[in-house]
């Protein structure tokens, strides 16, 4: 080859290359978004944000003084609270105090009106576990007017009210020891209710384990509530005896199946453990059988016998008897496999999703069929406590082979369902069949997938238990967070992953990871944020905030009453000033202080705090607190209000003289 000929193909391969180089740049510069400001760009690439970092931060940033589009409440887990969480900022916009003390919320330290004092005095309050928040519903839709929250280790119930944020009411299951399936509410907020998990003797009684089957039982509570007081009343509830399988999670029926309860179980093995006997371990035990029963469980027929008189009184509780409950039509079982968790009712309450942790496939009931069933007494036996077995067939509408690990479903307005999977560690999007909302895809298949980071347990679509979801946003509830954020020790904060469901046709788009550092967030639900009317102040000055309800101990004049050995104070606060600053009183003598702060001025909150009492307030504007305690160390107390709420908030102070 002549020696021109070889600098004209290197000339040219030269070109080429810088072309190539040229290009590959550019486009590599032209993917992230046009429009954006040169430094915007500029701070992205010096960043090493991809296109996508870049679309996630703008479709989840709010700026402030613009607020989130929704709220979501979150389950505290074992911090016994409830997390309140903008979306699609994924900020923490309160923890609400609700089964452990919180001082900053004056909860636990001392005031009086709090359901924490009411059920055990100044404590010491029991270690809680909350697995599922519940709003309140008006016709199968979230009206921003309460939440319940409950407490799988003690069997408890709790009461939001969302005018202020707080927690009003704790109810104690006089039956029952533990929950798992709470809070559920019915379609109209009738019923709040509660489903026991581990089989125990009803009424908190002795029985040996060797008598399990005689002795053991779940129980099915529905909790009665009244919203105009805004609180449960405990007489006009009432339980329903179950076998002692290990209930597990509920869903309410709705529209189609309103006046039905869905529960899932699985122990129908009526496994007791012992591995350290050689008896095979609880998860082995309870996961032989291919199918548990899916309880069905009529709840206004239920109501109809109790009203009747057809109940047993346990602990001063009305209990419906297994036998009146199979006897009056208002428990079946349908089988479902395999170690089920997780029940879900579509939008128009045609279906019924189950999850079997065991199992690839979601189990599609449909609510027809099932009444179907019960009319033609198509039962394929009745198990040992004479509760009939629908035929599975004759129940069933489909299974959808979603992946490994399907625990719960979140369904949208476009005709999808999402499941999670725990242990492909994903959410499946799979199509609905004969629901209000109709997919463009074949009915009864999976459809898409997303990863999540790391095993997912709940997920949450935005208004997503209502007859009416919205394809917009799900959170996934991941379990792990191994590797997604700074190393924060061995104990890991939880991982909330928003996802963008609204292009249906897509992709499901990861836009946020959310560490969740408090306790683990099991459930949630996401209401529309103009749902919500709360308070911007107390109603009037001197409102207890427990009884919702102006106080007889308000006072807008300072005050000090002694009778006999109890000195009774009237305080007030304003910024910046306790009246009175002086108290004087003697060692032994019962303090019974109200506190009234009478600002009316939006976050104008003044905290109280007695040190060596272990006392703390938080006064909204407008409320009245009272605290309680016996002066029983002689001193000199600096009590002082603890928010920074002027200029002068040091000096907001006075002096609770102890004389000896
Ligand atoms: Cu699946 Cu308690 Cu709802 Cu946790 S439960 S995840
Ligand atoms: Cu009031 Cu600080």
């Known amino acids: 080859m002549r020696s021109w000929m070889r600098y004209l193909i290197a000339g040219v391969v030269l070109i080429v290359f810088v072309a190539i180089v040229v290009i590959v740049r550019n486009a590599r510069q032209s993917a992230l978004p046009a429009g954006l400001p040169s430094d915007a760009l500029a701070l992205a690439r010096e960043r090493g944000l991809t296109p996508d970092d870049v679309y996630a931060a703008l479709a989840t940033y709010v700026p402030g003084g613009k607020s989130d589009e929704y709220v979501m409440f979150a389950s505290g887990g074992h911090s016994g609270q409830v997390i309140a969480i903008g979306i699609p900022s994924m900020r923490i916009l309160k923890v609400i105090a609700v089964f452990a003390p919180e001082p900053w919320q004056g909860y636990g330290y001392g005031v009086e009106e709090n ?41 408890r119930v709790a009461v939001i009210d969302l005018r202020d944020w707080e927690t009003k009411q704790i109810v ?3 039956v029952f020891e533990n929950n798992h399936g709470a809070a559920f509410v019915t379609p109209n907020t009738e019923y709040v209710v509660e489903v026991s998990q581990y089989g125990l003797p009803l009424g908190n009684k002795y029985a040996p384990l060797e008598r399990y089957k005689e002795d053991y039982r779940g129980l099915i509570t529905f909790w009665k509530f009244d919203r105009k007081k805004g609180r449960i009343v405990p007489e006009q509830s009432f339980g329903i005896e179950v076998p002692p399988y290990w209930q597990d999670l509920a869903d309410c029926g709705k ?73 009056g ?79 719960h479903t979140q369904f949208d307005d476009q005709g999808y369902a999402y499941t999670s999977l725990f242990l492909d560690t994903a959410v499946a999007r799979w199509t609905l069949g004969g629901c209000k909302y109709k997919a463009p895809e074949e009915p009864w298949k999976l459809v898409g997938k997303i990863q999540t980071h790391y095993n997912i347990g709940h997920l949450a679509v935005t208004e997503g238990d209502t007859v009416n979801p919205q394809s917009k946003y799900l959170v996934a509830l991941n379990k792990w967070s191994v590797d997604r954020f700074t190393n924060t020790g061995p104990l890991l904060p939880q991982n909330l992953q928003l996802i963008d469901i609204s292009n249906t046709g897509e992709r499901m788009r990861l836009l946020y990871d959310m560490p969740l550092g408090i306790g683990e967030p099991h459930y949630a639900q996401i209401i529309r944020a103009d749902r919500l009317k709360s308070w911007e102040v107390y109603p009037e000055i001197g409102w207890d905030a427990h009884k919702q309800a102006k106080s007889p101990y308000a006072a807008t004049k300072g005050r000090i009453e002694v009778s006999g050995n109890t000195v009774t104070i009237y305080s007030t606060l304003i910024r910046s000033h306790f009246e009175p600053e002086h108290i004087k009183v003697k060692k032994g003598q019962r303090v019974v202080w109200h506190l009234t702060n009478l ?62």
């Not at 005095?121 to 839709?141: I, K, Q, V």
């Not at 109809?304 to 006897?327: D, H, M, R, S, Y």
């Open 115 to 155: 359901p924490l004092n009411e059920l055990y005095g100044r404590g010491p309050y029991p270690a809680a576990d909350t697995h599922h928040p519940a709003l309140s519903e008006t016709n199968g839709e979230y009206d921003g007017q309460f939440l319940f929250i409950g407490d799988k280790a003690n069997g």
């Open 172 to 174: 104690k299951n006089p």
């Open 255 to 327: 529209a189609a199946s309103d006046g039905w309860v869905f529960v899932n179980s699985f122990n129908t093995e009526l496994a007791t453990g012992g591995i350290e006997k050689g008896k095979p371990p609880f998860e082995a035990g309870v996961s032989q059988n291919d199918m548990d029963y899916l309880h069905i469980i009529n709840w206004r027929q239920a109501e109809k016998l109790v009203q009747q008189g057809k109940f047993i009184t346990i602990n001063g509780f009305k209990v419906l008897p297994l036998k009146e409950a199979i006897a």
């Open 329 to 407: 039509g208002v428990l079946y079982f349908t089988p479902e496999p395999k170690s089920p968790h997780g029940v879900d009712v579509c939008p128009c309450g045609k279906h019924i999703v189950v999850g079997g942790k065991l199992d690839p496939h979601v189990t599609i009931y449909n609510i027809e069929k099932i009444k179907q069933a019960i009319a033609n007494k198509d039962y394929e036996k009745t198990d040992p406590y004479g509760v009939p077995v629908l035929r599975f067939d004759a129940t069933k509408e489909a299974q959808v082979e979603v992946g490994l690990g399907p625990l």
């Open 599 to 660: 600002e009316r001025t939006r976050d104008a909150t003044h905290g109280f705090t007695v040190p060596g009492y272990g006392l703390s307030a938080s006064l909204e504007p407008g409320e009245t607190v009272t605290v309680e305690f016996v002066a029983d160390k002689e001193g000199v107390y600096s009590f002082y209000c603890s928010e920074f709420c002027s200029a002068l908030h040091l000096e907001m102070m006075g002096y609770l003289l102890v004389e000896p």
